[in-house]
């Protein structure tokens, strides 16, 4: 029998600020990691404040917080006896850092910053953090009085060093590092390091766990090693949702895989691991053995632990088996992510549920069965005995005190805290209220039903009033300003009706408190700019708000099954429609023909324009090939058009982005203008210099022929 080691990692639900609740939750992943035998524990990145604190960073009292946190953990007896490795920002020489900090029976052994900072997509680290450029070097860092008169020490070491425990060595990399093509985790192979400790907050994107895994992997495929990898778990505050999923890796296996969406606070998973299986693995490798006798030395902590077990003890205990990756569909994953997500803004919000316009479509449908989804969830984590999602249930839907509720029926609970509504004019249809009827009722949300075009004719009214000229629709004859401000009423009233609604419909119920309005916008509509300015695309937040009209389709098919809901092909058989204008027998308004371009268009327009950073001619270009060929046969011509025609109402439209309400982050080709793709707002719509050069190839190609 071996080294016999346990080592323990988590994903902890933390909250950016709560100092209170972080604390309690780092200590209870303690106390979990402890009683499976760990003798390391890691933890998330930046767990102490929350990752998602942004320029609260750049507060004293966040630093000074961060620290009152750390003594408390330094003295808890939980602590004793065991390698704790947690994350907050420390100020060095004025200087501040994104952390970790060892202790070990009431003593600092290492400050490690991080070495490279994610400052891309949603990350903006060198905002509030500088990089550790001294690579494979230390400095002292002076303690601050109040943790000097607990720990008797004056200076600990801060920099890029390792730990040496009597029976390993453990070497730091954080998050972005791992991203990195130079990775610490080379050198640090190549110097004896056997357990790397990635402690991170990476926020889900589609497939993104693939790629975690695939680089986890990878990292001790060819080094040997033990990979450890924490993340941050929940919504703490911001647009993402952090989806866990804690790992642990062993040469190239993965032997440890947490649950990606989950409403738990803590989860920690274990595992035991032979260290002699390291040594062997790298020492029969005969060109790894030529490279690390020639690599530089990092300085060595000591900490005087021993992580393996008594021989005594390990006898009979078996080491951990590979396993199969666990991966969900894109289905699975709008199923649950922003399921989570709401679950989380709810609960810390302190509302008492959600109210959703139900239109019928498939957007409102989508994010209806997303909150059915959260539900589901919540009766399941409860029938499991969660107390904290008990607790949460209780105090949203306004419980008394000594309430002994507890959610059972997914319908039953949808009913109390998800409020749906079909707000019906002259311009909608028989078929679109029937659908939101039909799956209100299936669901159980408690739904209401009303038309507001005497409020729509009382505005109409005052404009006549004031100008003594009545607009029409276009099928009346009207002009096409006419036509879009008569649409854009409507659309906007159902904004004010709904925040109406929202704050007193649990007074008419009789309950304290009120709702946050969702929105159903999708992250093709707001590229395109297909929405009204301040209508019910103005809610408090929106779960499908990166998600595509593509996936959502998709969804819907999956949630026919899932959810056992066969009426859902009725949204998808259904042509989508704003319904805003009056029905003929000529004339049915439908999206796609108002926004003269499909969906699956512009799924692709907004992948290269983001993802593939093509402006109007390199998109061109791409196109041609993509267009030209295949099923589509475009001609070149039909191709440029098309993509002057995208760019246009694009750059038309791209200012509506700023009032859009916080979206779930899911795409990778989001137009979210909060941080994730950052653009002007007022462009020169007419892009002649870049329509100049499409225009020259489109000639030069047409000679050819």
């Known amino acids: 029998m071996g080294h016999l080691i346990t080592v323990a990692t988590c994903a902890l639900n933390q909250w950016a600020l709560d100092f209170t609740g972080n604390y309690k939750r780092i200590l209870e992943s303690i106390r979990i990691a402890k009683a499976a035998g760990a003798k390391y524990r890691l933890g998330p990145e930046l767990e102490i404040t929350g990752y998602g604190c942004n320029d609260h960073f750049l507060e004293g009292d966040t630093n000074l917080h961060s620290w009152e946190v750390l003594i408390k953990l330094i003295k808890s007896e939980e602590c004793r006896d065991m390698l704790i490795d947690v994350g907050m920002p420390v100020t060095h020489k004025n200087v501040n850092y994104n952390c970790r900090i060892f202790f070990l029976n009431k003593k600092i052994l290492l400050i490690r910053p991080k070495l490279f900072l994610a400052n891309d997509g949603n990350y903006r680290e060198t905002r509030w953090f500088s990089p550790w450029l001294k690579i494979r070097e230390t400095e002292d860092f002076f303690l601050p009085r109040i943790v000097r008169d607990v720990t008797g020490q004056d200076t600990v070491p801060i920099g890029d060093a390792v730990i040496a425990t009597l029976d390993t060595v453990i070497g730091t990399e954080m998050c972005e590092e791992l991203f990195t093509p130079n990775s610490p985790h080379i050198q640090m192979a190549l110097d004896g390091v056997e357990i790397f400790a990635n402690p991170s907050g990476s926020h889900h994107e589609f497939k993104k766990l693939h790629k975690r895994v695939e680089l986890l992997t990878g990292a001790t495929a060819k080094s040997g090693g033990i990979y450890m990898y924490a993340n941050q778990q929940g919504c703490d505050g911001e647009r993402v949702y952090y989806d866990g999923c804690a790992l642990i890796c062993v040469n190239g296996e993965l032997v440890a895989q947490g649950s990606q969406f989950s409403l738990k606070d803590v989860e920690v998973i274990t595992s035991k691991i032979d260290i002699e299986d390291i040594r062997s693995f790298r020492v029969r490798i005969s060109s790894r053995g030529l ?144 659908r939101a009827k039909e799956l209100a009722e299936k669901i159980g949300s408690y739904h209401i039903i009303f038309t507001f075009d005497a409020v729509i004719a009382a505005v109409i009214a005052l ?108 949204f998808l058989d259904a042509p989508p429609t704003a319904e805003l204008e009056p029905l003929t027998k000529e004339y049915t308004q439908t999206d796609e023909i108002d926004m003269k371009m499909s969906y699956s268009e512009l799924s692709t327009y907004g992948t290269l324009r983001k993802v593939k950073m093509c402006g109007p001619f390199s998109m061109f270009t791409k196109l041609v090939g993509d267009w030209g060929g295949g099923e589509r046969k475009l001609s070149v011509k039909e191709v440029a058009e098309k993509v002057k025609l995208f760019f246009f109402y694009y750059s038309i439209n791209r200012h509506k982005t700023t009032i859009l309400p916080p979206s779930y982050h899911m795409s990778s080709y989001s137009p979210d203008d909060n941080r994730f793709d950052l653009r002007p707002i007022l462009y020169n719509a007419g892009w002649e210099w870049q329509f100049e050069r499409i225009d020259e190839v489109v000639k030069e190609l047409e000679s050819k022929k």
């Open 291 to 434: 490279q690390a006798a020639g690599g530089k030395a990092y300085q060595r902590i000591k900490a005087d632990i021993r992580l393996s077990m008594e021989r005594k003890d390990a006898v009979g205990v078996s080491s951990a088996v590979p396993i199969t990756p666990k991966y969900l569909t894109p289905e699975e994953e709008i199923r649950y992510g922003p399921a989570c997500w709401l679950w989380d803004y709810m609960r810390r919000s302190k509302s008492g549920g959600f109210f959703l316009p139900l239109s019928g479509g498939i957007d409102s449908c989508s994010t209806a069965l997303i909150v059915f989804s959260m539900c589901k969830l919540v009766c399941e984590a409860a029938k499991e005995g969660d107390q904290q999602v008990i607790e949460d249930v209780r105090r949203c839907l306004g419980e008394p005190e000594g309430s002994t509720y507890v959610p059972k029926e997914p319908t039953e609970f949808c009913n109390r805290v998800f409020h749906t509504c079909y707000m019906g004019t002259s311009n909608s249809s028989v078929e679109t209220n029937n």
């Open 463 to 570: 404009f006549l009033s004031v100008t003594n000229l009545t607009p029409k629709f276009a099928v009346h004859g009207g002009s096409a300003r006419e036509n879009l401000a008569l649409q854009n009423i409507q659309a906007r009233l159902r904004m004010v009706l709904a925040y109406m609604f929202a704050q007193l419909l649990l007074w008419v119920r009789g309950r304290p408190g009120s709702l946050l309005v969702l929105g159903s916008a999708n992250v093709d509509e707001t590229l395109r700019g297909y929405f009204t300015k301040y209508d019910c695309s103005a809610a408090d937040i929106n779960p499908i708000g990166g998600i595509s009209k593509t996936d959502l389709r998709k969804f819907i098919q999956y949630s026919s099954t899932a959810f056992q809901l066969p009426l859902l092909t009725k």
